[in-house]
């Protein structure tokens, strides 16, 4: 089993800027994928950004070249800088860990980001 644990949310005004962070504890597997969804409300939960061991990253192209996903692998955490933001950003946000070889994802408890403008 894998646990995720988020922080970082909160309000911010437009314009502002935000950290996440997301530490997994557990069975982890070094070559893995994390990252983050998104969910506001009446959506679909959307994949924000994510990032392999190996630091390859990918990007929604509504958050790319504003937002930046890091990770520390001797942490196993994982982080998302959010800058510039949007009232459109506001949603839940949810860290995501996938092992390798599966397409199962493990979650975590998603971090509320509200974005006023």
């Known amino acids: 089993q894998v646990q995720l644990v988020e922080s970082g949310g909160g309000l911010v005004q437009a314009g502002g800027s935000l950290r996440l962070s997301c530490a997994a504890s557990?069975?982890?597997?070094?070559?893995?994928?994390m990252g983050w969804y998104r969910q506001a409300p009446g959506r679909p939960r959307r994949l924000v950004a994510s990032?392999?061991?190996?630091?390859?990253?990918n990007y929604a192209d509504s958050v790319r070249g504003r937002f930046t996903i890091s990770r520390n692998n001797t942490k196993n955490t994982v982080y998302l800088q959010m800058d510039s933001l949007q009232p459109e950003d506001t949603a839940v946000y949810y860290c995501?860990?996938?092992?390798?070889?599966?397409?199962?994802?493990?979650w975590g408890q998603g971090t509320q980001v509200t974005v006023s403008s």
């Open positions: 995501y860990y996938q092992p390798p070889t599966s397409s199962a994802l493990y």
């Open positions: 557990g069975s982890i597997f070094s070559f893995n994928v």
């Open positions: 990032t392999t061991r190996g630091s390859i990253t």
